[in-house]
C-alpha cells in the first residue's frame, strides 16, 4: 500500500509542477510584447546596432562574409527575416560584409582636367570616360559622375564632363564693293579667321572685296577661315 501511496503523490507531483510551469510561462508569453522585426539588411552595422538598441533589441555578429556587391560593414542576412513576428527584446544575428571598402569620391566640379586627374591619382580612382561639352569655361570640370562626397564601392570609375570652347556662328552678308579695311576690322573683332588673296586691276580704284569662300548667306563658324578676294587698284 505505502509503494502504492508513494507512486500516487510523485504522479501528483509531477501533475502540479507541469500545470504551474505551464500557467507561468502562459501569463509570462501574454505579458511579453509581439512586433514586427525591423528590417536592417543593407545597413551600416553600427548605424543598425544603434537602431535596434532604440527599439529594445539586441544585435549579435555571427560573422563577416566576402561580399563584392555589397559594402564594407554592412549587414547581409539577418535571423530572424525581417518583417516576421517576434517577440520584443529577442536578439537579431546577422551576417556582415568584409568588403568592399567604400571610397569618397572628391568633388572636382571647377578645378582644370589635368589638376582633377591628379586628384584623382591620389585616391586610385580612375576615369571611366571624359565627355566634352561646350561652355563658357573651357578645360574646367563642369559635372562628374558619381557626385562629388559621395561614398562609392572601392574600384568605381568616375566620368567627367568638361568643358570645351563654345563655337560661334555667323551668317555670311554680301561683301562685294566693301573696302577691305573695313570687313578686315569687323572680322577681327568677332576674332574670325581669314587670309585675303588679291587681284590687280588695270585703272585706279579703292581696295575692294570682290568674294569670300563662303557663299553669301550661308552660316559658317568662327573656327572656319574664310578667303576674301581683293581688287586693288593699278
Known amino acids: 500500500m505505502n509503494a502504492i501511496k508513494n507512486f500516487l503523490c510523485l504522479i501528483v507531483s509531477v501533475i502540479v509542477f507541469t500545470l504551474s510551469t505551464y500557467f507561468t510561462i502562459s501569463i509570462l508569453l501574454k505579458h511579453e510584447e509581439t512586433v514586427i522585426c525591423p528590417d536592417i539588411r543593407g545597413q551600416d552595422i553600427l548605424d543598425a546596432k544603434r537602431f535596434l538598441e532604440s527599439q529594445g533589441f539586441a544585435l549579435n555578429i555571427v560573422r563577416y562574409e566576402r561580399r563584392n556587391d555589397v559594402p564594407y560593414n554592412h549587414i547581409t542576412v539577418q535571423k530572424p527575416e525581417a ?26 566640379i571647377g578645378l582644370d582636367f ?17 565627355i566634352y561639352i561646350p561652355h563658357i569655361n573651357p578645360g574646367k570640370v563642369i559635372a562628374q559622375i558619381p557626385r562629388g562626397t559621395e561614398e562609392v564601392a572601392e574600384g568605381q570609375k568616375v566620368t567627367l564632363f568638361v568643358g570645351s570652347k563654345q563655337n560661334k556662328y555667323y551668317l555670311m552678308p554680301d561683301v562685294r ?18 587670309k585675303t588673296s588679291s587681284t590687280r586691276w588695270d585703272y585706279p580704284t579703292s581696295t575692294r572685296a570682290v568674294n569670300t569662300s563662303v557663299v553669301p548667306k550661308t552660316v559658317f563658324s568662327s573656327d572656319d577661315e574664310i578667303t576674301i578676294n581683293v581688287t586693288t587698284g593699278g
Open 83 to 108: 518583417n516576421m513576428p517576434m517577440r520584443k527584446g529577442r536578439i537579431i544575428n546577422v551576417l556582415v560584409s568584409e568588403g568592399p571598402e567604400l571610397v569618397r569620391i572628391p568633388s572636382l
Open 114 to 130: 589635368e589638376d582633377a586627374g591628379k586628384i584623382l591619382e591620389t585616391h586610385d580612382i580612375d576615369i571611366e570616360k571624359t
Open 177 to 194: 564693293g566693301i573696302d577691305i579695311h573695313e570687313l578686315t576690322e569687323e572680322l577681327d573683332s568677332k576674332n574670325i579667321k581669314y
